[in-house]
T-cell receptor
Framework: GAVVSQHPSWVICKSGTSVKIECRSLDFQATTMFWYRQFPKQSLMLMATSNEGSKATYEQGVEKDKFLINHASLTLSTLTVTSAHPEDSSFYIC???????????FGPGTRLTVT | DQQVKQNSPSLSVQEGRISILNCDYTNSMFDYFLWYKKYPAEGPTFLISISSIKDKNEDGRFTVFLNKSAKHLSLHIVPSQPGDSAVYFCAAKETSGSRLTFGEGTQLTVNP
């Protein structure tokens, strides 16, 4: 149980284009989803928290107009990297939890490379 | 300000022996702690957790110990297996809210 999927697993895009990453909870209803970013050999940095049907809460320093998050249903959240630049290249990971759980269950991650 | 710290970037142990991974925290508002295991290019996998009202939680080969007065927790893996080789992250949750703060991770290598 508690399976989270992400799509795509890797993507290469040109600078200036936008990329959408999907995060789905497959066997539970995710009242809260989280988006993280991980640079090589570094920890997971929380970008934003989203509750179903509400606007996402972004961490300090994360541009909300650049990283658009939508959590329209209890099983799906999307992260859109708008006007991507090479410095946005990273490993993006989502996680999800249900209301009564403190544990977050993570997706497999998406490797984004912007050329 | 790193509120959750894993001071050992790497640890190497022999198969069958005990692995002890350590984590320190500074925020007194943390009330729930978790350990995750991560392989390269994959998302973290939840291992075990502990509430601040407990000092020990055990699940199979994994045991987490919490010392609140020292603001220290540790993960014990006994016996260690080569498949345990991965990066281990500790994470902590504040009393209010659901966000987790992660440590920097410790690379565990279990040698056959």
């Amino acid at each position: 149980g508690a399976v989270v999927s992400q799509h795509p697993s890797w993507v290469i895009c040109k600078s200036g284009t936008s990329v959408k990453i999907e995060c789905r909870s497959l066997d539970f209803q995710a009242t809260t989803m989280f988006w993280y970013r991980q640079f090589p050999k570094q920890s997971l940095m929380l970008m934003a928290t989203s509750n179903e049907g509400s606007k996402a809460t972004y961490e300090q320093g994360v541009e909300k107009d650049k990283f658009l998050i939508n959590h329209a249903s209890l099983t799906l959240s999307t992260l859109t990297v708008t006007s991507a630049h090479p410095e946005d290249s990273s490993f993006y990971i989502c996680s999800a939890r249900w209301t009564s759980s403190y544990e977050q269950y993570f997706g497999p991650g998406t490797r984004l490379t912007v050329t | 300000d790193q509120q959750v710290k894993q001071n050992s970037p790497s640890l190497s142990v022999q198969e069958g022996r005990i692995s002890i991974l350590n984590c320190d925290y500074t925020n007194s508002m943390f009330d729930y702690f978790l350990w995750y295991k991560k392989y390269p290019a994959e998302g973290p996998t939840f291992l075990i957790s502990i509430s601040s009202i407990k000092d020990k939680n055990e699940d199979g080969r994994f045991t987490v110990f919490l010392n609140k007065s020292a603001k220290h927790l540790s993960l014990h893996i006994v016996p260690s297996q080569p498949g345990d080789s991965a990066v281990y992250f500790c994470a902590a949750k504040e009393t209010s809210g659901s966000r987790l703060t992660f440590g920097e991770g410790t690379q565990l290598t279990v040698n056959p």
